[in-house]
C-alpha cells in the first residue's frame, strides 16, 4: 500500500508541475503578443494566446501534451476561480457619489440585469423551438451563454466540474462548451468592441475621442519612469509579507465558504453546491466584519486584484488548452445560431437601450457594460480605456457602483449558477419564458422612471 503522505507529496509536486506549464505558455505568448502587430492590434490577451498555444500542443493536434497531463491541467480552473470568486468583494470601501451617478447606476443595472436574463432566456426558447428538436441538444445548452459571455472563463471553469458530476447536471458536453462560449465572448468583446468605437468616433457617438482608437493607444510596457505601484504595503513585514497576509484572509474566505456548502448539506442534504460563489460570500462576510473596525487598513484592494489577476490568468490558460475540440465540433451549428442571435442582441442593449437611458455619456457607459457582458470586466475596462483614454467620464465610477448588486448574483454570481437549475426543474421553454418576461419588465420599469425624453446619440 502507498503511504498517503506520498500520494499526498506526489499530487502537489503534479500542481506544481501544471502551474509551471501555464506559467511558461503564458511566458512564451506574452512574448509573442509583445512582438507580432497582428496580435497587438487586434487586442489578444496572452492569457487566451497560451490557452490556444496550449491547446495546439495538446491531444487533438501536436500531442506534445499527452491526454492525461492535459486533463490535470484542465482540472487547474477550479481551484483557480474559488480564488477569483473569494477576492471579489475583499478591500472595497464605500465612495463618495453624487445623484447623478447614483441615478445611472440604477439604470444601469436595469441594463446588466435584464442583459442577464436575455442571455438566458432567449437561447433557452431557441433550444425549446430549434436546438432541441432539430438537433437534439441537452436544455441546459441555454444556459450557456450567461455563464460564458455574462460570466467569462472563470464562471464557465467553475460550473465544469458542476456540468460533469453525475450527482448534479450530469451533462459532461456542457464543460467543454462552457469555455468555448466565454472564448467567442471574449473575442465578440474585443474585436466589435473596438469596431464599436471606431464607429462611435466617426458618427461623433463618443463623448471624450475624436480619433479613431488603435493598438499604439494602448501602453503596453511601462518604462522605469512611468510605472505605478501595483498594489501597497499595509503592513509591515516585520510582522508579516503584506502578500502573505493577503493570502490568509483569502483563505479565511474559501474556509468560510467551505462552512457554507458543508452546512447546506448538512442541513438539506444536498452536497452539489459548487464552492466558489460562496467564497465569494465568505469574502462579502469578511469584509463587511473589517470595514467596520480599525482593522480595514490592513486590507489593499490592489493587491487583492493581483492575486485574482493571476489565479484569472492561469485559469483561462487552463481552460483553453483543456477544451475538448470533438465536442466543440459535434455542437458547431447551435454555437454558431445562438452566438449570432446572442450579439445581434448585444448590439440592441448597446446601441437602442443604453441612448435612452443614461443621462451622461450613454456611449462609455454602454461600451464598459458591453464588453463586461461579453466577456469580463477587464474587457470592458479595456474598451472603456480605449473610448476614455484619460478616464474624463464617470462611467467607470458608475460601473464600479453596479458591482455589488451586480457580481454576487448575475454575470458569474448565485444567480448564474442557479441558470441551469432553473433549466433542469422548469424545463428550457418555461425557463426562457419567465426569463425573458423578467427581462422585459425590467426594460419596462426602465421605460417608465430612467427614459429620457429627448434621445441624442451624438455627444460632440
Not at 501555464?22 to 497587438?40: P, Q, Y
Request: charged share 15%; with cysteine; glycine share 10%.
Amino acid at each position: 500500500m502507498v503511504p498517503v503522505e506520498k500520494i499526498a507529496s506526489g499530487t502537489l509536486n503534479n500542481l506544481l508541475l501544471y502551474v509551471a506549464i501555464a506559467g511558461l505558455l503564458l511566458l512564451v505568448a506574452t512574448l509573442i503578443r509583445l512582438k507580432v502587430s497582428f496580435l497587438r492590434k487586434a487586442f489578444i490577451p496572452a492569457s487566451l494566446l497560451a490557452g490556444l498555444i496550449g491547446l495546439m500542443l495538446g491531444p487533438y493536434a501536436l500531442k506534445v501534451i499527452p491526454a492525461d497531463m492535459m486533463s490535470s491541467i484542465g482540472a487547474l480552473p477550479t481551484p483557480m476561480i474559488t480564488i477569483v470568486f473569494s477576492c471579489m468583494l475583499l478591500g472595497i470601501k464605500k465612495g463618495e457619489t453624487d445623484k447623478g451617478m447614483i441615478r445611472d447606476a440604477v439604470a444601469g443595472l436595469g441594463w446588466l440585469w435584464s442583459n442577464s436574463f436575455m442571455q438566458v432566456g432567449v437561447p433557452c426558447l431557441l433550444c425549446a423551438f430549434i436546438l432541441t428538436p432539430v438537433f437534439g441538444v441537452n436544455q441546459l445548452f441555454g444556459s450557456l451563454f450567461e455563464i460564458g459571455f455574462a460570466g467569462g472563463h472563470g464562471t464557465a471553469s467553475g460550473m465544469a466540474t458542476v456540468f460533469e458530476d453525475p450527482s448534479m447536471l450530469n451533462w459532461a458536453d456542457g464543460a467543454a462548451l462552457a469555455p468555448t462560449t466565454a472564448t467567442i465572448g471574449l473575442l465578440v468583446g474585443i474585436f466589435v468592441g473596438m469596431i464599436l468605437i471606431n464607429y462611435g468616433v466617426r458618427k461623433k457617438y463618443t463623448k471624450v475621442l475624436t480619433e479613431p482608437a488603435t493598438a499604439s493607444d494602448v501602453k503596453e510596457v511601462f518604462p522605469e519612469e512611468e510605472r505605478e505601484p501595483a498594489a501597497h504595503m499595509t503592513i509591515s513585514q516585520d510582522v508579516v509579507e503584506p502578500f502573505a497576509f493577503h493570502l490568509g484572509v483569502i483563505g479565511l474566505a474559501i474556509l468560510i465558504g467551505r462552512i457554507i456548502v458543508w452546512g447546506f448539506g448538512q442541513v438539506f442534504g444536498y452536497a452539489g453546491l459548487p464552492l466558489f460563489p460562496f467564497a465569494m460570500i465568505g469574502g462579502w462576510i469578511i469584509n463587511s466584519i473589517v470595514m467596520r473596525t480599525s482593522l480595514r487598513n490592513l486590507f489593499d484592494r490592489a493587491t487583492f486584484q493581483r492575486i485574482q489577476g493571476m489565479a484569472l490568468e492561469i485559469l483561462v490558460v487552463g481552460a483553453m488548452a483543456s477544451i475538448k475540440v470533438p465536442v466543440v465540433i459535434a455542437y458547431w451549428a447551435p454555437l454558431l445560431i445562438t452566438s449570432v442571435v446572442v450579439v445581434l442582441l448585444m448590439l440592441v442593449w448597446f446601441f437602442w437601450l443604453s441612448p435612452r437611458i443614461f443621462s451622461d455619456c450613454w456611449f462609455e457607459q454602454g461600451i464598459i457594460r458591453f464588453g463586461a457582458f461579453c466577456g469580463v470586466a477587464a474587457v470592458g475596462y479595456m474598451l472603456l480605456r480605449t473610448a476614455d483614454p484619460k478616464m474624463k467620464t464617470d462611467a467607470g465610477s458608475i460601473y464600479a457602483l453596479d458591482c455589488p448588486f451586480m457580481s454576487p448574483f448575475i454575470g458569474g454570481g448565485l444567480i448564474t449558477t442557479m441558470y441551469p437549475y432553473m433549466i433542469q426543474n422548469m424545463g428550457a421553454l418555461k425557463t426562457g419564458l419567465v426569463l425573458c418576461a423578467g427581462s422585459l419588465v425590467i426594460l419596462l420599469f426602465l421605460r417608465l422612471f430612467f427614459w429620457n425624453k429627448q434621445v441624442k446619440l451624438e455627444q460632440r
